[in-house]
């Protein structure tokens, strides 16, 4: 495809020009190297082609975004293949996560000058609690991975200011509010007249 010039913009490439674009981007960047300025090739080819800037950019992201997507793709399949082969796998996860709902903390038997009291064999002897916060983050976990988390209630508040609104405008809106309030609602309100009085 020969650059054109052209005084009118276009405003989508051709099949054509999108190969162009993809051809000529890598013909200058290889051969420019660390010297290869984007924004001017980017008006050179644009300019040429008789098109926004934009089209060409948006050629070059989306054949860049592919390859990323596909080298994201490659990279997590090979992490896959890596964890699996060492048994790091969902099910040993699950596991892990189901073992530590029985969490337990061994605290050291003491006497009273905080000595440990050492069993037959000359170890400490060691007496297992409940562990509760790891119980709690454990079945957290858990509530997470089946999506049986309750929803949340999120509350929005703010304050509206009218600038600039004279107190007409403002007796307008109020007004057209409450007729919006009484049609969705079918609320007895009084009319705005009333409500001064």
Same mark, same amino acid.
């Given at each position: 495809?020969?650059?054109?010039?052209?005084?009118?913009?276009?405003?989508?490439?051709?099949?054509?020009?999108?190969?162009?674009?993809?051809?000529?981007?890598?013909?200058?960047?290889?051969?420019?190297?660390?010297?290869?300025?984007?924004?001017?090739?980017?008006?050179?080819?644009?300019?040429?082609?008789?098109?926004?800037?934009?089209?060409?950019?948006?050629?070059?992201?989306?054949?860049?975004?592919?390859?990323?997507?596909?080298?994201?793709?490659?990279?997590? $399949? *090979?992490?896959?293949?890596?964890?699996?082969?060492?048994?790091?796998?969902?099910?040993? !996860? #699950?596991? &892990? +996560?189901?073992?530590?709902?029985?969490?337990?903390?061994?605290?050291?038997?003491?006497?009273?000058?905080?000595?440990?009291?050492?069993?037959?064999?000359?170890?400490?002897?060691?007496?297992?609690?409940?562990?509760?916060?790891?119980?709690?983050?454990?079945?957290?976990?858990?509530?997470?991975?089946?999506?049986?988390?309750?929803?949340?209630?999120?509350?929005?508040?703010?304050?509206? $200011? *009218?600038?600039?609104?004279?107190?007409?405008?403002?007796?307008?809106?109020?007004?057209? !509010? #409450?007729? &919006? +309030?009484?049609?969705?609602?079918?609320?007895?309100?009084?009319?705005?007249?009333?409500?001064?009085?």
């Amino acid at each position: 495809m020969a650059i054109l010039s052209s005084e009118k913009k276009r405003a989508r490439l051709s099949a054509e020009d999108r190969a162009f674009v993809l051809q000529a981007f890598e013909a200058d960047h290889t051969a420019d190297g660390a010297r290869f300025n984007f924004e001017s090739w980017v008006e050179r080819i644009a300019s040429g082609l008789g098109v926004d800037e934009k089209l060409v950019r948006y050629e070059i992201a989306q054949k860049n975004r592919i390859a990323q997507a596909q080298r994201t793709a490659a990279a997590r $399949t *090979f992490a896959m293949e890596e964890a699996d082969i060492v048994g790091a796998c969902q099910m040993e !996860a #699950l596991i &892990t +996560l189901r073992e530590s709902l029985q969490a337990v903390k061994h605290i050291p038997v003491v006497d009273k000058d905080k000595m440990p009291i050492l069993n037959e064999s000359g170890e400490p002897q060691f007496f297992a609690v409940p562990y509760n916060a790891t119980r709690v983050l454990a079945a957290c976990a858990l509530l997470d991975v089946h999506g049986a988390k309750a929803p949340k209630k999120v509350e929005i508040s703010g304050d509206v $200011t *009218f600038t600039n609104t004279t107190e007409l405008e403002l007796k307008l809106e109020l007004q057209h !509010a #409450l007729a &919006t +309030l009484q049609k969705v609602y079918d609320l007895d309100v009084k009319p705005m007249e009333q409500i001064e009085s």
